[in-house]
């Protein structure tokens, strides 16, 4: 039967898109070779592509086959600019869970139930519904790539200014650093084990691999590519790590054991951040670009790479949780609170398990005649037997309906039947909830009640062809500040305003430029509108890496991240550019060199709304020179005594740097400044030493400094 809302894309000669109905057009097209590739969430197809030759004549009644994919469980997340989530099966979309929370990726617990992730640099923590922001108090306001520990009690971060992996508890306390010698430029750390981190750092020639006992022992290299290597992360059982590999415009999926052996490359057509695991370590979800240029979430086999799954369009794959469910035991009165709902049962005879998914308003149902949908809704179920009635209640964000007034007009609608109806039974506005009763579970939505004496917006948003837009983010900011996601018409509306306030209404979704960056309202009243045409757009960032006689500096390895993740590196005068960037994205560009530093260190773009020039930067004089010092612990009889503790301090340490031996003796630390007294010791244990400490200045690098233990 024709497979509808499907997208088809043409690569080859020419290139285009086609999607919206089961019949698919390209007009217009030289003779040539050509490759269509037909994409829908939810679905796979079979074959995957069809290759065709274009000589003078058209061709049609081509016919694309798919079949629906296997049921994909989980949630996931993505960044920028704003936190939104989907379900694993393309179901669900979100575009703004947590709103202007930037483009790092936020990072879900183990048990789905909490987020980790930055804002201006803050490190915070919500429920996985986004309810429940905080803030978690550090010394350092420069966070970024947080990680929950296995059991959700501690959370890994990178501090940028100091290049130091951080674990802090969730409450703040109990802040420790990482030591990882002289590695530069570290992020994306994530848990092996809750004794093991592994992260990705510059080397002095690219970005590799690496793996840290949380004490700063046991430090390895696990990747020797000779292109950057990023984004590590680990299956939820802890023996295999994906990473991404490679420069440019797309990169090769590799996935490998946790202790870096084994590598196999799955795919070579990855962008973006990720690849992230499924919660049961099954599927790898990643960014898939396609020959023609569009990029499309997806789910492969980790072991041979086949694609299984779309999960939608764009950067999506970021991080990957269960399901944001909750135990329910029997009784009576049962209350299961997710955070920003919960759940009140009259009667529990059979205990199960109660779910909570937050859903596009529009997803509910359409409003009812007097209501406009607010920006809260959710499909909640159940496994248990239950009994009416239920009682749900919905948690208000602070930052919607912020007087009494306001608050009265909202109400909680059910849908029953395919029809959206009113169940509210009370309102408190000191507790910032709004209950209503009803018996059985399926969508709920927040209803505001609209008053036509109170000022209103109502806008479209739409593409340059006049296709609505819908779940695009429109923010109003003002004497109120709101926020709204447009429907699948591409409708939005701001009811019940304050009268004569100023207010400016912006659409916001990257990758799209709009033909009013913003609208404003001064002295509001009445009914207003407003409508605003989005276009696909894309520049550049651009910029010169230079030394202090203003030559510039070829061979400089350029990172950028946020919107996009990409690596370029300086030609011979210095310049490097990026193109093909999603319009109004935020990124961060960073040069990276071994012993040398850059001014700035980094430059930030927070909105990409026209080329981007002149991001210059200059190359400092060089540090030292880095060496490695090692050697071995012995027993008296010569042989390797394992597990054993060196310590070595001074130079340019800003603290001491410990490893353990392994098992025949062995030990070695990397990255150590040249011509620098260090001090080397050797913690006894089972055994004594008679030179437990040995002085070393090392112009290059050393492996023969032993400890031999006492008889």
């Known amino acids: 039967m024709p497979l509808s809302g499907a997208v088809v894309t043409l690569s080859g000669a020419g290139s285009g898109v086609s999607s919206g109905n089961s019949a698919f057009a390209f007009d217009n097209l030289a003779p040539g070779n050509y490759t269509l590739t037909p994409m829908k969430d939810g679905v796979v197809f079979s074959p995957p592509s069809v290759d065709v030759t274009i000589s003078a004549n058209d061709i049609s009644g081509l016919s694309l086959t798919g079949t629906a994919a296997t049921v994909i469980e989980g949630r996931i997340f993505f960044g920028g600019p704003h936190i939104g989530s989907i379900n694993a099966d393309g179901s669900a979309l979100r575009a703004a869970l947590i709103t202007g929370a930037g483009y790092d990726r936020p990072a879900p617990s183990r048990d789905g139930r909490k987020l980790a992730f930055t804002r201006s640099g803050t490190l915070r923590i919500a429920n996985a519904d986004g309810s429940g922001e905080t803030t978690v108090p550090l010394p350092s306001q420069s966070v970024a790539d947080p990680e929950f520990s296995p059991a959700g009690d501690r959370i890994a971060y990178v501090a940028t200014v100091a290049h130091q992996i951080r674990i ?80 440019g415009l797309t990169w090769n999926l590799i996935v490998m054991n946790s202790d870096g052996t084994s590598p196999v490359q799955i795919a070579g057509d990855a962008v973006g951040r990720g690849p992230v695991w499924s919660p049961d370590g099954t599927l790898i979800a990643y960014n898939k670009r396609l020959p023609g240029g569009s990029v499309f979430g997806v789910t492969a086999d980790p072991a041979t790479g086949v694609q299984l799954s779309v999960i939608g369009s764009g950067p999506i794959a970021q991080s990957w949780a269960p399901a ?62 239950y009994s009416a009635p239920v009682t749900v209640c919905f948690n208000i964000p602070r930052t919607f309906a912020t007087t009494a007034a306001a608050f009265s007009q909202l109400a909680l609608l059910h849908n029953e039947g395919g029809v959206l109806v009113d169940r509210t039974t009370t309102r408190d506005f000191a507790t910032r909830t709004v209950c209503g009763s009803v018996s059985t579970l399926s969508p709920f939505v927040l209803g505001e009640v609209v008053d036509p004496a109170l000022p209103s917006i109502t806008g479209l948003v739409e593409d340059e062809n006049g296709v609505p837009l819908g779940d695009v983010l429109v923010q109003l900011t003002g004497t109120e500040n709101r926020s709204a996601v447009a429907d699948q018409f591409g409708i939005f509306s701001f009811v019940n305003l304050t009268g004569g306030g100023n207010y400016s209404v912006q659409p916001k979704e990257t990758g799209r430029l ?121 027993s008296p009889s010569g042989s390797g005594l394992k597990n054993v503790r060196v310590t070595i301090a001074g130079g340019s340490l800003a603290q001491p740097l410990t490893v353990v031996s392994n098992e025949f003796g062995y030990y070695r630390f990397e990255g150590i400044e040249a011509g620098a007294t260090h001090i080397i010791s050797v913690a006894p244990r089972r055994h004594a030493f008679a030179e437990p400490t040995r002085v070393v200045n090392a112009s290059d690098d050393i492996y023969d400094i032993d400890f031999r233990a006492s008889p």
């Open 324 to 385: 944001y469910e909750f135990p329910t035991g029997t009784g009576t009165g049962v209350n299961i609170n997710a955070g920003g709902a919960s759940v009140t049962f009259g009667g529990v005879s059979n205990a199960g398990t109660t779910t909570f998914t937050p859903i596009p308003p529009s997803a509910a149902g359409a409003a009812p005649n007097g209501f406009v949908l607010g920006g809260v809704a959710y499909e909640i179920s159940t496994t248990a037997a």
């Open 514 to 634: 709009f033909n009013a960056y913003s609208q404003d309202f001064v002295g509001l009243s009445g009914e207003n509108s407003a409508v605003f045409v989005g276009t696909l757009a894309n520049f550049s960032i651009s910029g010169r890496v230079s030394d202090g006689n203003g030559v510039g500096v070829g061979g400089v390895t350029v990172e950028l991240g946020g919107a996009s993740n990409e690596i370029a590196v300086t030609d011979l005068n210095g310049d490097y550019s990026f193109a093909g960037l999603p319009a109004d994205g935020g990124f961060t560009v960073t040069p990276l060199g071994n012993g040398v530093s850059f001014s700035p260190e980094s430059q930030t773009v927070d909105a990409l709304t026209s080329n981007a020039g002149g991001l210059d930067f200059l190359q400092l004089a060089p540090t030292a020179a880095l060496v490695s010092i090692g050697g071995r612990v012995v």
């Open 168 to 247: 802090v508890n969730i409450d703040g306390s109990g802040q420790t650093t990482v030591p990882t010698g002289a590695l530069r430029f570290i992020s994306s750390p994530a848990w092996i084990n809750s004794g093991r981190l592994v992260f990705s750092a510059f080397d002095g020639t690219d970005t590799e691999i690496y793996a840290v006992n949380t004490d700063g022992s046991g430090l390895l290299q696990m990747t020797t590519n000779q292109v950057p290597d990023h984004y590590p992360s680990i299956s939820p059982d802890g023996t295999r790590l994906s990473i991404l590999s490679g420069s």
